[in-house]
């Protein structure tokens, strides 16, 4: 090889180790450090959190069930359990209805209102419908009761942004990405009126976790850059919303006793768009999706068995009493 040859070889190589550190730097390094070692047993403070968290569970996916437009009474019935699960923490729940063909479904929303920069908002949300067939406890009870027990652990706070809790009607097939999604309406909703949305995190499946090695996957080709066991929760967002996940995780780090992981990519992964942050992006906002991966972890996804004695609920409340934690903190200045 000549020298002039040689020079070119190696400025392509250098090339290519730049871009793909680029890559790297963009979509997948992530601030802090993922939690790791044995928790520390849960306090007192912490077992009632936990007996909380499956109690929602409980109720949602056992005692009501399956919740979708075919079983209109259950889905109801999930809406007026929210709500008063709210109301009795101390807030005025409000209601916003969304058409569902012939039938009405609600979004119900809590707000802790800003001070300082009360013009720029957080929404944290969670669907609370399932597909048929499934009582549907990690799908998504599970992110309904952490939705649940944020309320309760900010109730009283004093954030500088303002801060929008919601339970989403209609995120599951055949509606995701319709004009009856709870979430696209909402999203749409407060692009119109304007409000400065300055982050939306969608806990989207949360209760599901194990220890055991060859338990998680991943779409390819992400297998090959993070863990194999599914002991985890991750931050996902496209590369759009990059700074909203760096600040998320990293907050959640900053706090939390539970494994962590995070993902900024191209939309073209079609798997990173699968739960309502997806409906905030279309109006152009961040958002992140908070999960347990799903369908790449959990075998009884969207299946009968997803039931509530298969969760982790201790997991569970080290997840929910370090987000409050996060939250709290990016909702200051």
Do not use: C
């Not at 936990?50 to 409980?58: Q, S």
């Amino acid at each position: 090889m000549s020298p002039g040859k040689g020079l070119v070889v190696v400025a392509v190589i250098l090339a290519l180790v730049v871009l793909l550190g680029g890559i790297y730097m963009v979509v997948f390094h992530m601030p802090g450090q993922s939690y790791r070692g044995m928790p520390p047993p849960l306090a007192s403070e912490e077992k009632a959190l936990r007996d909380r968290l499956r109690e929602h569970v409980r109720v949602l996916s056992h005692q009501i069930g399956e919740r979708h437009y075919w079983e209109p009474h259950n889905t109801l019935n999930a809406a007026v359990y929210i709500e008063q699960t709210f109301r009795n923490i101390g807030y005025e729940p409000v209601r916003h209805a969304v058409q569902t063909r012939e039938r009405l479904f609600d979004n119900i929303e809590v707000t802790l209102r800003g001070d300082r920069l009360q013009d720029e908002s957080l929404v944290i949300g969670a669907h609370y419908d399932t597909v048929r067939g499934s009582p549907g406890a990690d799908d998504n009870a599970s992110g309904v009761a952490v939705l649940l027990e944020l309320a309760r652990l900010l109730h009283g706070a004093k954030p500088d942004r303002t801060i929008h809790l919601v339970a989403f009607a209609n995120e599951e097939a055949p509606f995701f990405g319709t004009q009856a999604m709870g979430s696209l309406n909402y999203a749409r909703q407060t692009r119109a009126d304007g409000e400065n949305i300055v982050g939306m995190i969608s806990l989207e499946m949360l209760g599901y976790y194990t220890g055991e090695r060859d338990s998680q996957h991943y779409p390819p080709p992400l297998g090959y850059l993070y863990p194999d066991t599914g002991n985890f929760v991750a931050f996902v967002g496209n590369t759009a919303s990059r700074q909203l996940v760096r600040d998320a995780i990293e907050a959640f780090r900053e706090h939390a006793t539970v494994p962590s992981e995070g993902l900024a990519a191209p939309e073209l992964l079609e798997a990173i768009r699968r739960s309502d942050h997806w409906a905030f992006w279309e109006m152009g906002y961040p958002a992140l999706m908070l999960t347990d991966t799903a369908n790449f972890r959990n075998p009884h996804y969207h299946g009968p068995s997803d039931t509530y004695p298969t969760l982790d609920y201790e997991t569970m409340t080290r997840l929910t009493a370090a987000l409050a934690q996060a939250v709290a903190d990016m909702a200051r200045q």
